[in-house]
């Protein structure tokens, strides 16, 4: 590589910039651009072959992270069969230039993450292994059906055989594990039972739904380093799973009622997590259905709690959550109705939030996700819920929120609410302003609205507009999420 001297002047600013200035790196590359590219030019060289190879590393580590969370998002939001493999952009990044692959290969951490599917090409698996150099590895298995080799069980197929192996010889220096099943895995499930974890910091196992289990997770040498887990259609979760795991903070259950836990059960394993700080519930992975003796779990800790029911979920699911769970500690709640098959799914949580007392008293931050929300559903939740600070609310029910705390009989709702959290920028802003005017003479004034996705929006002229109308008003301060 030709180094002239605006090249070496531009990267040593490069390695000062850290305790000069506090702007963002690629606001400095803006500022540079134009100066180091007419160099570069001049020399005849590449911007892009350029490039320190410091720089270049954090670019790739972007760039692997960006793949990952898009993988992430799109299977969390997907089902199991509609998972595709997405192409591996390290992989990409080494075919670029010789310079590319040498800086890639020196970086063990790269290639960390063991994607294992059926009739995977084993050579692949052995070459992210090798280029790992023993770093902490992110494992994860999509087993759908296809056509298997055998005319046997599918658990039985050697490839998926083969990838159990795999993943029980590498578990011990696994830091995250993530099985989606399509069929049972049993072998697997065993495997488990007799290896040790010692490093295993996130697990993430879903049973094939509908299908009938009686196994469970039972690593009988403990989960010492584990935070954080999420199980789907597991209908038995043995206490002595979580013996050690006393570090263990997230807990995400996922699943329908028919192949759900036992009250029992559930209370059971949640008296057993005296560090839990983050529960979601997602489906109804509790059987409150054939159930008449429910007892009442504390969870001391428990500062977040997420709840999604699924589609037809049963009249007694919600109301018995609120009923048989006590958290002093809440602060934030969500509640997200998006995938509920109509409003008279939750009517029997509305009936209940009406009626008693309020069930969570210290949370703050309450975010609501629906398509749509009645006038007796706000009324229920600014009874239940008076003393939230923040309130986040999904696009569709924006205006509904506004009409509601507008409207005559109900200016008093939330008293301390402060900040508004909006999912989108489409809303009816005149609403906002009279809102706005109404809380600021009630003597209840909300300081603060922010909204997703106002930031590409923020410089148009009609939002400038108004955002000085809202000034006018009231001294709120406008911002996006």
């Given at each position: 590589m030709i180094l002239m001297p605006e090249y070496v002047a531009t990267t040593q600013e490069l390695a000062r910039l850290p305790g000069k200035t506090k702007r963002p790196l690629c606001h400095f590359m803006d500022a540079q651009a134009l100066r180091l590219n007419q160099a570069l030019v001049a020399y005849g060289v590449s911007y892009i072959s350029s490039i320190p190879n410091e720089l270049l590393e954090m670019i790739f580590v972007e760039t692997v992270k960006a793949t990952i969370k898009a993988d992430g998002d799109y299977s969390s939001s997907c089902a199991l069969t509609r998972l595709r493999l997405r192409s591996r952009p390290e992989l990409l990044l080494t075919s670029v230039s010789q310079r590319w692959r040498a800086v890639a290969l020196g970086m063990p951490l790269l290639w960390t993450e063991i994607r294992l599917f059926l009739r995977q090409n084993v050579d692949l698996v052995n070459l992210y292994l090798t280029r790992s150099q023993g770093q902490l590895l992110d494992m994860r298995f999509i087993g759908i059906h296809c056509d298997f080799h055998s005319q046997s069980l599918p658990e039985f197929d050697p490839d998926y055989l083969r990838i159990s192996h795999i993943i029980l010889s590498h578990i011990h220096v696994c830091r995250r594990l993530e099985v989606h099943g399509a069929f049972p895995f049993p072998k697997l499930l065993d495997g488990f039972k007799r290896i040790k974890a010692?490093?295993?910091?996130?697990?993430?196992?879903?049973?094939?739904?509908?299908?009938?289990?009686?196994?469970?997770?039972?690593f009988t040498e403990g989960l010492p380093s584990l935070t954080s887990i999420e199980q789907g259609n597991v209908s038995s979760i043995s206490s002595d799973l979580f013996l050690s795991a006393d570090r263990l903070r997230v807990l995400t259950l996922n699943g329908l009622w028919v192949s759900g836990l036992?009250?029992?059960?559930?209370?059971?394993?949640?008296?057993?997590?005296?560090?839990?700080?983050?529960?979601t519930l997602i489906g109804e992975p509790v059987?409150?259905?054939r159930s008449m003796d429910i007892p009442v779990v504390e969870i001391p800790l428990l500062q977040t709690m997420v709840l999604k029911p699924g589609p037809n979920i049963s009249r007694t699911y919600l109301p018995t959550v609120f009923r048989t769970i006590r958290a002093p500690a809440l602060r934030e709640l969500v509640?997200?109705?998006?995938?509920?098959?109509?409003?008279?799914?939750?009517?029997?949580?509305?009936?209940?939030?009406?009626?008693?007392?309020?069930?969570?008293?210290?949370?703050?931050?309450?975010?609501?996700?629906?398509?749509?929300?009645?006038?007796d559903g706000w009324h229920a939740l600014a009874h239940a819920f008076?003393?939230?600070?923040?309130?986040s609310v999904s696009k569709c029910i924006m205006n509904q929120l506004?009409?509601?705390?507008?409207?005559?009989?109900?200016?008093?709702?939330?008293?301390?609410?402060?900040?508004l959290l909006f999912d989108d920028?489409?809303?009816?802003?005149?609403?906002?302003?009279?809102?706005?005017?109404?809380?600021?003479?009630?003597g209840m004034p909300v300081r603060e609205v922010k909204m997703r996705g106002f930031k590409k929006h923020a410089q148009s002229e009609l939002v400038g507009k108004l955002v000085a109308s809202l000034a006018t008003y009231t001294p709120v301060v406008i911002g996006w999420t």
């Open positions: 010692p490093m295993l910091e996130e697990l993430m196992v879903h049973y094939p739904l509908n299908i009938p289990n009686s196994r469970h997770i039972l036992s009250p029992e059960n559930f209370s059971n394993l949640l008296s057993h997590l005296t560090s839990l700080t983050h529960l059987d409150y259905v509640l997200d109705f998006h995938t509920a098959t109509s409003s008279r799914d939750i009517q029997s949580l509305v009936d209940k939030l009406k009626r008693g007392a309020p069930p969570f008293p210290s949370v703050r931050l309450l975010t609501l996700c629906s398509r749509s929300m009645a006038y008076s003393g939230i600070t923040t309130l506004m009409g509601f705390l507008s409207c005559a009989g109900r200016r008093d709702a939330f008293p301390k609410l402060r900040t920028v489409q809303f009816e802003w005149s609403l906002l302003i009279q809102l706005l005017q109404i809380r600021e003479a009630a």
